[in-house]
């Protein structure tokens, strides 16, 4: 071997909010912990998250509690999610909002003192605690500051691209460094996989380089399974123009705080469709919609605000009919307030400042007094490894994921806000089950055959001559996910698609990249390779098998939602022969308990 | 726009030698310095080292100097560049090179681990949550909004010039103290370690940090100087030093 493996009870592999707070628990439960990251810390795509977290505080309202936040994160995802993890997720979440307070988070306060909570789509309360428009720096800078005070280890600017295996259960991980190209063994009783999502296999996206699907295939190549994988959310408002920004994200907090969506003719074209599942819940008039913005417990939300898959795709069939903007998209406007309150422009900045900041840096477009031009941005996985409920733990033993490379909770569609409460409250969950994993098992076997096998493996590009670069792979890759497998789905460009990403697969196993084994993205593009071809095709597979529309997935060819597909998810998981096997599995049962909740809330 | 050309500093390894190597890049309406790097990345130098994630100045990771100005990349427009001379990218001074514009900034994650955690007081209500007022909150979230760049640092002429890194924490993390210190709910005290261990006092204010940084924290004037301040009124001020005298206080 290299060098002496590193050890710990419990590897964490990812340091954005799950990550950190799985690591803050296993060491409190008095693990010994490491975490590994690509980037420094507190660079992670947390860092991104704008909204807010949603926790039924019911700060602003106080008829929300965890029994509406149940019922809202079920409907959302089109009753798909496993009900156990959104029963749990609803219940802690208030707590663990609280204890990021306790760690130094500050929100913005209600008038007596208490957290502030806003309006997002799907959520029937404002439910969203935040920090202006970045909420999600204020968390990842919070567990980062109380994390690098445990006693935890940081490897940073590290990359796992391997998996290690004792007898069936965890063992460690292989991982490179990008400064060095040095390889570094861990060994592990426990490892969390909190890796975050895939975002980088389309080529229009909100995600950094960093989100190449690493856990997703981490675990696959575990012998893991995927469930959900089909459901990818766009976002329905990414930055349009200029070219360079194109996919960077614009909060739904712009619509939470009143923006409204229009197209070429200056229509407000949402109050055009309102599905029948939130006909109840959504205003009929502009101007019940204003008063919903200003606090009016009365009025329903304005149809901006409905979920980010049936956003995302109204907005796709404006641009269609031909009236969208010039570059493709929409227009978001949330200047028109001035109509409505006298120091808007004041008041824009100090709600969505770093939304001002970025359109005014960026595109040189000034939002308190301007539209600005929006479409569809990948943005989210709701699919990822299947885990336990209670525990996050994999079918693998002793590997756990939580956040976003875990599924269950979104289900078909991820509720805006939802993802920064997965985040702690599994986060968390996933550090206590592995740290008492850990305290069980006894010695662990590292297999030194498998860890010579995968570091030879990895420097094969390196040291292959003659052969294609990896950034023409991935690019075409990420052209053929976003014409073939993006918004609008078809049978005919599915199967293309999966034809398509095998022969790229193919092509992928003989790339060359030239230069050293220090910082050198070429070698470690060809590495993201593999994960990105992996959860390309579960993304393509889940996509043909269901023949439906449903949530984040829309089959031109099925665009109605079908009765046996609502009884079922879709698990992708490793064939005896290596080969991908998709096939259905029952949506795990919901309580008596949550059964009459959804009848109750409706 | 058209061809454009750019100078950007090639290092290999902290102790290889380093130079500028010229490029020429077609940029686009829109672009920032970040893309065109891509771009040349892409096209004509495989193994550029740069480091970046959120493209959005959120994360701040693609700190460099362009044209001998700290900026984020990501966040660097070239329509406001001038284009009667190359562009000018290296990677921040005050910082060893790892390869090409990327540094080793480690030294400013050791620091943060020195300087006393958050506590704070007990809770206010009974459900143990805390009243706090919203002007209380937005006082210290100018300092909250750190992206930690370290533009701050690499400016700095107390790290950049004198080195003294071993003395002096530099402005990121005065920035870090009085985000602290200001906190509604925060109990413990700084001022000694500001004083004995962070060399407030080596800070001259020349305001170079707050000229640089991306999310337009008035570092020097919201952040040290208050520090600065209260560290005066808690050392220097002859009645406390007195009271230190006969309570014995060991403050010194």
Known sequence: MEQTPYEYDVLVVGAGGAGLRAAIEASAAGASCGVICKSLLGKAHTVMAEGGMAAAIGNVDERDDWKVHVTDTLRGGQYLSNPKMAEIHAKEAPERALELEAWGALFDRTKD???????????????????????????????????????????????????????????????????????????????????????????????????????????????????????????????????????????????????????????????????????DQTADSAEEGWRYVVGDRDARRPPELLTRDHVARCIVDQIKAGKGSPHGGVYLDIAWIKEKISNSEDHIRKKLPSMYHQFKELAG??????????????????????????????????????????AGLHGANRLGGNSLSDLLVFGKRAGEYAAAFAREQGDIRLDEAAVEAGMKEALEPLERE????????????????QEKVGIVRIESELEEAIEEIGRLSDRAKAVSAPGNREYNPGWHTALDLHPLLVVSEAVARAGLLRRESRGAQFRDDYPQKDEHFGKVIIRAARGADGEMVVEEMPVEPMSDELTGLVEEMG | MAATEFRIWRQDGAEGEGGYRDYTTDVTEGMVVLDAVHQIQAESANDLAVRWNCKAGKCGSCSAEVNGNPRLMCMTRMSDLPTDRPVTVEPMRAFPVIRDLVCDV??????????????PRPPDAEDGTWRIAQEDVERVQEFR????????????????????????????????????????????????????????????????????????????????????????????????????????????
Request: glycine fraction near 10%; hydrophobic fraction near 35%; include cysteine.
């Open chain 1, 365 to 406: 477009l000034d939002i308190t007094k301007e539209r600005m031009e929006v479409g569809p941005t990948t943005h989210y996985v709701m699919g990822g490894v299947r885990v336990d409920a209670e525990s996050q733990m994999s079918s693998v033993p002793g590997l756990y994921a939580a956040g976003e490379c875990a």
């Open chain 2, 145 to 252: 909004k750190c992206i930690e760049c370290f533009l701050c640092q690499d400016v700095c002429h107390v790290l950049r010039d004198h080195h003294l890194h071993d003395e002096f924490v530099g402005p990121r993390f005065f920035v870090y103290n009085a985000a602290l210190e200001m906190h509604p709910l925060d109990t413990r005290d700084r001022l000694a370690s500001l004083k004995q261990d962070e060399g407030i006092g080596y800070c001259n204010i020349t305001k170079c940090c707050t000229k640089v940084c991306p999310e337009h924290i008035t570092i020097t004037d919201n952040a040290i100087i208050p520090l600065k301040e209260r560290v005066v009124s808690e050392f220097y001020d002859p009645l406390k030093k007195l009271f230190r005298v006969f309570s014995g206080g060991s403050r010194a």
């Open chain 1, 466 to 481: 003659g052969g294609e670069g990896p950034y023409q792979i991935q690019h075409e890759l990420q052209d053929l996910m």
């Open chain 1, 113 to 279: 003192g208490r957290i502030l909570q806003r309006n997002f789509g799907g959520h029937r309360y404002p439910r969203l605690a935040h920090v202006g428009d970045r909420t999600g720096l204020e968390m990842i800078r919070t567990l980062q500051d109380h994390g690098i005070h445990r006693g935890i280890d940081f490897h940073m600017e590290y990359t796992v691209f391997r998996l290690l295996l004792d007898d069936g259960r965890v063992a460690g991980a292989l991982a490179y460094d990008r400064e060095r190209g040095r390889f570094r063994v861990y060994r592990a009783k426990a490892v969390v996989l909190a890796t975050g999502g895939i975002g980088r296999a389309f080529k229009i996206t909100s995600n950094s380089w960093e989100y190449t699907g690493d856990g997703h295939t981490l675990a696959y190549d575990a012998g893991a399974d995927l469930i959900d994988m089909e459901f990818v959310q766009f976002h329905p408002t990414g930055m349009v123009w200029p070219p360079s920004v194109r996919g960077i994200l614009v909060t739904e907090g712009v619509r939470g705080e009143g923006g409204v969506l229009l197209n070429s003719d200056g229509e407000r074209f949402m109050f055009d469709d309102i599905p029948p599942l939130y006909k």
């Open chain 2, 106 to 119: 480690s030294w400013n994650y050791e620091v943060k681990k020195k300087i006393e955690p958050f506590e």
